[in-house]
Every structure is written in structure tokens, then in C-alpha cells.
T-cell receptor, first 113, second 119 residues
């Protein structure tokens, strides 16, 4: 699986958009970009995933660059409850190793009042 | 009950004790996982079960023994643990569509975790 690089930490003011970047320059054509988050001492929570088109759901938007070497997770109106570690993971959606997610250190997002 | 439920939420045990962590999923998934999260370390994948068969064991010491009696239940049996085994143990489940190409096959649902302290 392609390796990902994320900033260690980011801050965001409550009510503002939080834009979390992820670099995955070695991504291959059949690999999806997944985002999870983990609020302190809880289990990780799935947020969103995409292949090459931008995606949006009730939690966030995912913007993937045209060359697919980087992506940005956007929380449009961050709240204090969005303070968490955010993980960007690149995985294939086929094959015998489905679901074996390997989490890096992620980005600690702190939303302040 | 919905989602993935883990019990107990907190466990303190001595090094000579035998205890078990339990995980139950109510999502109709066919794959279940154990992850370990030590302080200030990334999550580590320990075991994977697909259709009740263990398909991955990431060099986990034998003092951790998983059991998957059916697709809804997963156990982690613990014996003669060490203090460095103190960690948050997380269970997850997913719908394993290996080879089907169905998008979203890597969407895991995690439980809240069991916080283990070994004295």
C-alpha cells in the first residue's frame, strides 16, 4: 500500500473550515484514499473515502488532486467535538487483504473556541 | 444494540491472571479484527478473522489468544501478560468482499475499546 504523509498537528477556530492535507505520492491506480478519525481514548471512526472524484457526505468533503498524489479532508464548520486525530490511509478495495488497515500517526486537529 | 460492543471497558489484572476481552458486532459483518493501541504509538493490527477463520496474525505473542466462535463474536484471551501489554484494545468489524471490487470494502466499524492495565 502507498505510504501517506500528514502534518503532526493543526489548529482550527470553531465554526471555521478545517482543511487537513495528506500526501500519497506513490498511490497506484486502484488504491482508494480513506479517512478515519479517533477522538481521545475512543475507537477510530470512518469518515469518508474516494478514488479520484471529490466526495462529500454529512461529515466531510474529500478533495483529491487530479494526479491523485495528494488529498484534503475538509470539515466545513469545525466544532469542538471535531478535536481528534485524523488518519489518512491508502488501500486497495480488491484482493485478499481487505480491511487490514495500517494507521500511521495521523494529524492531531485541535478546534479552539 | 447496534454497532460494535466491547466488554469490559476497563480491566486491571495481575501478571499471573487469566482474563478475556469480548467483542460483539450487530452489523451482519463477516470479518472481525483486534487492534492494540499503546500510549503514544500508532494502532497495531493484531489479528484478523474472515468468515470465522483466522487469516492474519501479526507476530503477536502467544500470551494473546484470539477466538472467533461465530461471525458476531470475537474474544481475546489473555494470560501471563506483562506490564508493557497495558494498552487500549480495539475490536472492529467489516463486510469482507474480497475480490468483489465493491467500493468501501475497507470501511471498518470500531468498538469503544477495552482499556487494559497489567500490574
Amino acid at each position: 500500500d502507498a505510504k501517506t504523509t500528514q502534518p503532526t498537528s493543526m489548529d482550527c477556530a470553531e465554526g471555521r473550515a478545517a482543511n487537513l492535507p495528506c500526501n500519497h505520492s506513490t498511490i497506484s491506480g486502484n488504491e482508494y484514499v480513506y479517512w478515519y478519525r479517533q477522538i481521545h481514548s475512543q475507537g477510530p471512526q470512518y469518515i469518508i473515502h474516494g478514488l479520484k472524484n471529490n466526495e462529500t457526505n454529512e461529515m466531510a468533503s474529500l478533495i483529491i488532486t487530479e494526479d491523485r498524489k495528494s488529498s484534503t479532508l475538509i470539515l466545513p464548520h469545525a466544532t469542538l467535538r471535531d478535536t481528534a486525530v485524523y488518519y489518512c490511509i491508502v488501500r486497495r478495495d480488491r484482493g485478499s487483504t481487505l480491511g487490514r488497515l495500517y494507521f500511521g500517526r495521523g494529524t492531531q486537529l485541535t478546534v479552539w473556541p | 444494540e447496534t454497532g460494535v460492543t466491547q466488554t469490559p471497558r476497563h480491566l486491571v489484572m495481575g501478571m499471573t491472571n487469566k482474563k478475556s476481552l469480548k467483542c460483539e458486532q450487530h452489523l451482519g459483518h463477516n470479518a472481525m479484527y483486534w487492534y492494540k493501541q499503546s500510549a503514544k504509538k500508532p494502532l497495531e493490527l493484531m489479528f484478523v478473522y474472515s468468515l470465522e477463520e483466522r487469516v492474519e496474525n501479526n507476530s503477536v505473542p502467544s500470551r494473546f489468544s484470539p477466538e472467533c466462535p461465530n461471525s458476531s463474536h470475537l474474544f481475546l484471551h489473555l494470560h501471563t501478560l506483562q506490564p508493557e501489554d497495558s494498552a487500549l484494545y480495539l475490536c472492529a468489524s467489516s463486510q469482507d468482499r474480497a475480490g468483489s471490487g465493491a467500493p468501501g470494502a475497507n470501511v471498518l466499524t470500531f468498538g469503544a475499546g477495552s482499556r487494559l492495565t497489567v500490574l
